[in-house]
């Protein structure tokens, strides 16, 4: 997908939050807490046009899944067009609903979620929703990595996980804080 076909999705409908794809650099900064190694299960929450799926399928072991769930029809459309992969599965659907979609046996054992999803769009009890959806499915010790525009998420992230770490990126368009939060289980 061009970028000029992104910022044509983006005038379209406000919950794509952004009006260019996330850069390359903070694709690769997001991907560095991956253990690419290993065999895993990582659900992606709005993929957008696939700048990480793309990214993470070249880099995943052939025994490793991708799960994409992306609320805007258009981009899951795109998406299913032009990535033709037995490791992937893509569900037009949005991320609070993601237990619903998911295989009985996927939940509490996902690997790492990785969210691009703009929380700051949601109510506070949609936040918390999402969240505890995802800590849902997340196995213990799995991964929470959430690419956001401002802190905001830090004081709901506590709430349902109890703990995080922010970095920030500056090179990207909008700049992100890039969030890492453990699900220790508790
Ligand atoms: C900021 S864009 C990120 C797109 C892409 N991941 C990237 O990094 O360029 C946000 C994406 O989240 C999707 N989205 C917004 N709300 C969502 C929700 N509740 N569930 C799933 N996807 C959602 C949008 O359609 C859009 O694709």
Known sequence: ???????????????????????MHCVKKVCT??????????VEYGPGDGVFSKYLLNKMTPGSKLILIELNK???VRLQESINDPRVEIHNTRAGD???????EDIGHIDYVLS???????????????????KNILREGGLFLAYQTSGHLKKPVMEVFGNYETDFVPLNIPPYFVY???????
């Open 74 to 76: 258009d981009f899951a």
């Open 33 to 42: 807490n991956i253990d690419f190694k290993q065999d895993f299960t990582l």
């Open 1 to 23: 997908m061009s970028k000029i076909d992104f910022l044509k999705t983006f005038i379209k409908d406000r919950d794509v939050a952004s009006v260019t794809p996330t850069s």
């Open 180 to 186: 890492k939060v453990f699900n220790n289980g508790t």
């Open 116 to 134: 691009g999803i703009p929380f700051s769009f949601l109510k506070k009890d949609r936040k918390h929703v999402v969240l505890q959806a995802t």
């Open 98 to 104: 993601v237990e619903s979609v998911l295989s009985p």
